[in-house]
């Protein structure tokens, strides 16, 4: 399973971006997929999470309410709709992808800033 995000970016607080993940491969395996985040001197935390189907999602308290995780299995493509971005979202976002057997999946990461 190979993935690649897009979409980052320098944006003004307050503003929105749109981070999309394309997966390919061995994309039949994959079963929960999520972003995640590291800004400078900080681990790297879990953003938002969704299954497979999409039915469940789950967010970091941080983002509750401004972001929105989404997938489209057709296109075998996740999103995150980031709205109300604030400088403290500044990080790398990097895509993640889990197979029922276990195996983990990590995209190159995409740069997002926010300036105040």
């Known amino acids: 399973v190979q993935l690649v995000e897009s979409g980052g970016g320098l944006v003004q607080a307050g503003g929105s971006l749109r981070l999309s993940c394309a997966a390919s491969?061995?994309?039949?395996?994959?079963?929960?997929m999520g972003w995640y985040r590291q800004a400078p001197g900080k681990q790297r935390e879990l953003v938002a999470a969704i299954t497979s189907g999409g039915g469940r999602t789950n967010y970091a308290d941080s983002v509750k309410g401004r972001f929105t995780i989404s997938r489209d299995n057709a296109k075998n493509t996740m999103y995150l709709q980031m709205n109300s971005l604030k400088p403290e979202d500044t990080a790398v976002y990097y895509c993640?992808?889990?197979?029922?057997?276990?195996?983990?999946?990590w995209g190159q990461g995409t740069q997002v800033t926010v300036s105040s």
């Open positions: 993640h992808a889990a197979t029922a057997a276990g195996f983990r999946y």
């Open positions: 491969g061995s994309t039949f395996s994959i079963n929960a």
